[in-house]
Nanobody
Framework: QLQASGGGLVQAGGSLRLSCAAS????????LGWFRQAPGKEREFVAS????????YYTDSVKGRFTISRDNAKNTAYLQMNSLEPEDTAVYYC?????????????????WGQGTQVTVSS
Protein backbone atom coordinates (compact mmCIF):
# COMPACT_ATOMS: atom_id res chain seq x y z
CA GLN A 1 0.00 0.00 0.00
CA LEU A 2 1.28 3.45 -0.94
CA GLN A 3 0.26 6.72 0.67
CA ALA A 4 1.17 9.97 -1.03
CA SER A 5 1.12 13.23 0.89
CA GLY A 6 2.58 16.72 0.94
CA GLY A 7 0.60 18.40 -1.79
CA GLY A 8 -0.92 21.83 -1.44
CA LEU A 9 -1.26 25.31 -2.83
CA VAL A 10 1.90 27.28 -3.48
CA GLN A 11 2.85 30.37 -5.43
CA ALA A 12 5.00 30.15 -8.52
CA GLY A 13 8.64 29.89 -7.54
CA GLY A 14 7.82 28.12 -4.32
CA SER A 15 8.63 24.62 -3.11
CA LEU A 16 6.87 21.52 -1.91
CA ARG A 17 8.07 18.11 -0.81
CA LEU A 18 5.90 15.13 -1.57
CA SER A 19 6.21 11.93 0.40
CA CYS A 20 5.24 8.40 -0.54
CA ALA A 21 5.00 6.05 2.40
CA ALA A 22 4.84 2.31 1.78
CA SER A 23 3.61 -0.47 3.99
CA UNK A 24 3.23 -4.19 3.77
CA UNK A 25 6.21 -4.90 1.54
CA UNK A 26 9.98 -4.89 1.49
CA UNK A 27 10.35 -1.33 0.30
CA UNK A 28 13.91 -1.70 -0.91
CA UNK A 29 12.81 -4.30 -3.45
CA UNK A 30 10.72 -1.79 -5.38
CA UNK A 31 11.48 0.80 -8.01
CA LEU A 32 9.55 3.98 -7.20
CA GLY A 33 8.06 6.43 -9.63
CA TRP A 34 6.19 9.71 -9.49
CA PHE A 35 3.60 10.54 -12.10
CA ARG A 36 1.20 13.41 -12.47
CA GLN A 37 -2.06 14.14 -14.21
CA ALA A 38 -3.32 17.62 -14.94
CA PRO A 39 -6.99 18.33 -15.69
CA GLY A 40 -7.85 17.26 -19.22
CA LYS A 41 -4.44 15.73 -19.82
CA GLU A 42 -3.02 12.26 -19.78
CA ARG A 43 -0.96 10.99 -16.92
CA GLU A 44 2.72 11.70 -17.41
CA PHE A 45 5.96 10.47 -15.93
CA VAL A 46 7.77 12.84 -13.60
CA ALA A 47 10.63 10.97 -11.94
CA SER A 48 11.77 7.53 -10.86
CA UNK A 49 14.37 6.05 -8.57
CA UNK A 50 15.89 2.60 -8.55
CA UNK A 51 15.69 0.19 -5.65
CA UNK A 52 19.07 1.20 -4.29
CA UNK A 53 18.57 4.86 -5.07
CA UNK A 54 21.58 4.99 -7.35
CA UNK A 55 19.68 5.55 -10.60
CA UNK A 56 17.20 8.36 -11.12
CA TYR A 57 15.32 9.60 -14.15
CA TYR A 58 13.38 12.79 -14.75
CA THR A 59 11.15 14.15 -17.42
CA ASP A 60 12.81 17.07 -19.17
CA SER A 61 10.43 19.70 -17.85
CA VAL A 62 11.41 19.09 -14.22
CA LYS A 63 15.14 18.48 -14.56
CA GLY A 64 17.07 20.83 -12.32
CA ARG A 65 13.96 21.70 -10.31
CA PHE A 66 12.75 18.38 -8.88
CA THR A 67 14.72 15.79 -6.94
CA ILE A 68 13.56 12.27 -6.20
CA SER A 69 15.01 10.39 -3.26
CA ARG A 70 14.20 7.50 -0.98
CA ASP A 71 14.88 6.35 2.55
CA ASN A 72 14.57 2.58 2.59
CA ALA A 73 14.89 2.47 6.37
CA LYS A 74 11.75 4.61 6.62
CA ASN A 75 9.92 2.94 3.72
CA THR A 76 9.44 6.38 2.19
CA ALA A 77 10.21 8.09 -1.08
CA TYR A 78 10.26 11.82 -1.64
CA LEU A 79 9.87 14.29 -4.44
CA GLN A 80 11.39 17.66 -3.64
CA MET A 81 9.90 20.24 -5.97
CA ASN A 82 11.55 23.64 -6.25
CA SER A 83 10.93 26.61 -8.54
CA LEU A 84 7.39 25.43 -9.08
CA GLU A 85 5.53 26.70 -12.11
CA PRO A 86 1.78 26.87 -12.82
CA GLU A 87 2.36 24.13 -15.41
CA ASP A 88 3.28 21.79 -12.54
CA THR A 89 -0.30 21.90 -11.27
CA ALA A 90 -1.62 18.34 -11.21
CA VAL A 91 -2.49 15.40 -9.05
CA TYR A 92 0.74 13.62 -8.24
CA TYR A 93 0.83 9.87 -7.82
CA CYS A 94 3.54 7.59 -6.52
CA UNK A 95 3.91 4.13 -7.95
CA UNK A 96 6.01 1.09 -7.19
CA UNK A 97 6.90 -2.28 -8.61
CA UNK A 98 9.61 -4.86 -8.04
CA UNK A 99 10.14 -5.49 -11.75
CA UNK A 100 10.49 -2.29 -13.72
CA UNK A 101 12.38 -2.41 -17.00
CA UNK A 102 11.24 0.95 -18.36
CA UNK A 103 10.68 3.26 -15.37
CA UNK A 104 9.11 6.05 -17.44
CA UNK A 105 6.13 3.89 -18.37
CA UNK A 106 3.19 3.88 -16.01
CA UNK A 107 2.21 0.41 -17.18
CA UNK A 108 5.38 -0.95 -15.58
CA UNK A 109 4.08 -0.21 -12.10
CA UNK A 110 1.64 -2.50 -10.34
CA UNK A 111 1.08 -0.47 -7.19
CA TRP A 112 -0.23 3.08 -7.01
CA GLY A 113 -0.95 5.57 -4.28
CA GLN A 114 -4.11 7.64 -4.11
CA GLY A 115 -2.62 10.90 -5.37
CA THR A 116 -1.98 14.29 -3.81
CA GLN A 117 -3.03 17.60 -5.35
CA VAL A 118 -0.39 20.19 -6.18
CA THR A 119 -1.63 23.61 -7.23
CA VAL A 120 0.76 26.35 -8.27
CA SER A 121 -0.66 29.83 -8.59
CA SER A 122 0.83 32.47 -10.85
Amino acid sequence: QLQASGGGLVQAGGSLRLSCAASGRTFSNYTLGWFRQAPGKEREFVASISRSGVSTYYTDSVKGRFTISRDNAKNTAYLQMNSLEPEDTAVYYCAADPLVAMPKLGSEYGYWGQGTQVTVSS
